[in-house]
């Protein structure tokens, strides 16, 4: 028996989606369950310092981070695969990751790793933001959070940067990306109003990244002050208060330049970029579930 085929549809050629433009990779249950779980690791790992007790051996994440590398890399797996898993429905639904989505974001990764050494150790300048914030706007949060953390990994086997930092900037890259795919308009702001949207959060994004490092880093630092010290034990609000001008004394420096060549590279390239990567999940056709004609029949001795 054949299957009934949209009017219109030429044989051969893949029906419409009814998937609304601007998410070529949406979420869905499975994704958002392991995205949160993902999260939820990220968070614990990076704030656990500050609610540990005065008798605990704070030695630095040259020990845990092994581990929660170890775990990172399954959940970025797991993303992957609820994504795969949440592939099209028969009814023409939301599309999941497919072998098109993985080899583009394959090529994402890639020239993030490559953008990132062009800045890195000046004043903080790092070019890979603003792609990693303008790619995770066209392709979603889901995709944005595994491209964001894929870059981060392959530009520290790039440039040799491999240590216990490494799996923090994995989580808070793919933090700046997820955030990205989550603002609003998605499907119809366009123009300088999505450009000026999107150096906004760049340079939110950009000044939080570095405060979210800084937390990974900040209570096994020797020698401080005690103003901007870590005190183990002391109360949560005193000790971010410190953190605070911690971060006002030292990285704010690199924040703020990271920040504005991030608002300069979305206003300047954002149009270009943003079309390039639209351009290119339309060719690929990420939101077209295939559906076919059955062979026309032909009348005898036709």
Known sequence: MSHPVPSGVPAGRPAPSAVPAGRPV?????S???LLLTSLVGVTAFGWPLLASTKSALVGHATDAPWLFA????LLLAVVIAQISEGRTAGGGAPGLDAKSVALLGVLAAAGAALRPLGAGTAGLEPM???MVLSGRVL??????VLGSLSMFASALLTGGVGPWLPFQ????GWVCLGAGLLPGAARLRGRPELWLLAGYGALASVLYGTIMNLQGWPYIAGLSGSISFVPGDPLPANLVRFAAYCLTTSLGWDLPRAAL???LCLTL????????????RRAAFDAPVAFRPPESRPPGG
């Open 26 to 30: 949406p979420l869905g249950r499975r």
């Open 129 to 131: 933001f603003f792609l």
């Open 71 to 74: 775990l990172l890399l399954p």
């Open 170 to 173: 994995m989580l808070a890259m």
């Open 262 to 264: 991030t608002v300069v």
């Open 270 to 281: 954002g149009t270009a970029v943003l079309r390039a990567l639209r351009r290119a999940t």
């Open 32 to 34: 958002v369950t392991v």
């Open 140 to 145: 979603g949060p889901g995709f944005g959070f």
